[in-house]
């Protein structure tokens, strides 16, 4: 088996930097070299499935929606830490289209607790969290997951398994800040690969301000004019004429992170 066969990876950084295109261009890049890979939205903007092409009635609905399989799974009065999650990345989850080569891709919807309803909060999240794990540690396939913007999701230690993290930031002040923070973070969860992806940068070469925490410099991602046309009328980030740049791009993020 190849790295990126079974390489798992989380991609982060602050709000509305393109952490989610960057997600679908990746699982895009890694399926058209005949890799299979799951996307996982674990992100509240629920935006990754629009990023990858599918209209909305084809978005599977956010896991954390879910208060059947919360219930069942992680129960309503003693709630069991360890519940069987095997089967629910394969049934809540929708095939995305396959173009002749590429990969099949799988989109998986986590969702917000915050977002799940009347339901328990505490359950909820167990369940996703467990789901994440299992994504993580037990999927042979190519697994990436579209963080919530912010700090917090590291905070709390929802990727502490993923072999690498993206993080993803704007050629600004505030953002790179918020991507040093990450950064620094993730350190502290003991995940060793580290890169940044600079997107929207006019700059092929551009010097980047010395913040500790600061991932190293893995590709930089131009303000691409195709997607800028299509972003009213179309949601999906995909098949633009841009493409070939963005492929080098993923392909030098990928290389950064192999072992």
């Given at each position: 088996?190849?790295?990126?066969?079974?390489?798992?990876?989380?991609?982060?950084?602050?709000?509305?930097?393109?952490?989610?295109?960057?997600?679908?261009?990746?699982?895009?890049?890694?399926?058209?070299?005949?890799?299979?890979?799951?996307?996982?939205?674990?992100?509240?903007?629920?935006?990754?499935?629009?990023?990858?092409?599918?209209?909305?009635?084809?978005?599977?609905?956010?896991?954390?929606?879910?208060?059947?399989?919360?219930?069942?799974?992680?129960?309503?009065?003693?709630?069991?830490?360890?519940?069987?999650?095997?089967?629910?990345?394969?049934?809540?989850?929708?095939r995305l289209p396959?173009?002749?080569?590429?990969?099949?891709?799988?989109?998986?919807?986590?969702?917000?607790?915050?977002?799940?309803?009347?339901?328990?909060?505490?359950?909820?999240?167990?369940?996703?969290?467990?789901?994440?794990?299992?994504?993580?540690?037990?999927?042979?396939?190519?697994?990436?997951?579209?963080?919530?913007?912010?700090?917090?999701?590291?905070?709390?230690g929802t990727v502490?398994?993923?072999?690498?993290?993206?993080?993803?930031?704007?050629?600004?002040?505030?953002?790179?800040?918020?991507?040093?923070?990450?950064?620094?973070?993730?350190?502290?969860?003991?995940?060793?690969?580290?890169?940044?992806?600079?997107?929207?940068?006019?700059?092929?070469?551009?010097?980047?301000?010395?913040?500790?925490?600061?991932?190293?410099?893995?590709?930089?991602?131009?303000?691409?004019?195709?997607?800028?046309?299509?972003?009213?009328?179309?949601?999906?980030?995909?098949?633009?004429?841009?493409?070939?740049?963005?492929?080098?791009?993923?392909?030098?993020?990928?290389?950064?992170?192999?072992?």
């Amino acid at each position: 088996m190849t790295p990126h066969a079974g390489l798992k990876l989380a991609v982060a950084g602050k709000g509305g930097v393109g952490k989610t295109s960057l997600t679908a261009w990746l699982g895009d890049h890694l399926a058209s070299r005949g890799y299979d890979v799951w996307l996982v939205d674990a992100d509240t903007s629920l935006s990754l499935g629009a990023a990858c092409g599918l209209a909305p009635g084809d978005i599977p609905q956010p896991l954390a929606t879910r208060e059947d399989l919360v219930r069942s799974r992680i129960g309503s009065g003693l709630m069991s830490l360890t519940p069987l999650v095997d089967d629910l990345p394969g049934e809540l989850s929708v095939r995305l289209p396959r173009p002749p080569g590429y990969g099949e891709r799988r989109l998986l919807v986590m969702g917000a607790v915050d977002a799940a309803g009347g339901g328990c909060a505490c359950a909820a999240n167990a369940l996703l969290k467990a789901v994440l794990s299992h994504m993580v540690l037990g999927c042979r396939e190519a697994v990436l997951v579209d963080l919530e913007a912010g700090v917090e999701h590291l905070g709390r230690g929802t990727v502490e398994h993923v072999d690498g993290l993206v993080v993803v930031s704007e050629p600004s002040l505030r953002s790179l800040r918020t991507a040093a923070e990450v950064g620094r973070l993730a350190e502290g969860l003991g995940l060793s690969r580290r890169v940044l992806a600079l997107n929207r940068c006019a700059s092929a070469r551009p010097e980047l301000p010395d913040l500790p925490g600061l991932p190293k410099l893995a590709a930089v991602i131009p303000p691409l004019a195709g997607l800028c046309e299509r972003q009213l009328t179309d949601g999906s980030v995909l098949g633009l004429d841009e493409a070939p740049g963005i492929a080098s791009a993923c392909g030098a993020i990928l290389d950064a992170l192999s072992p």
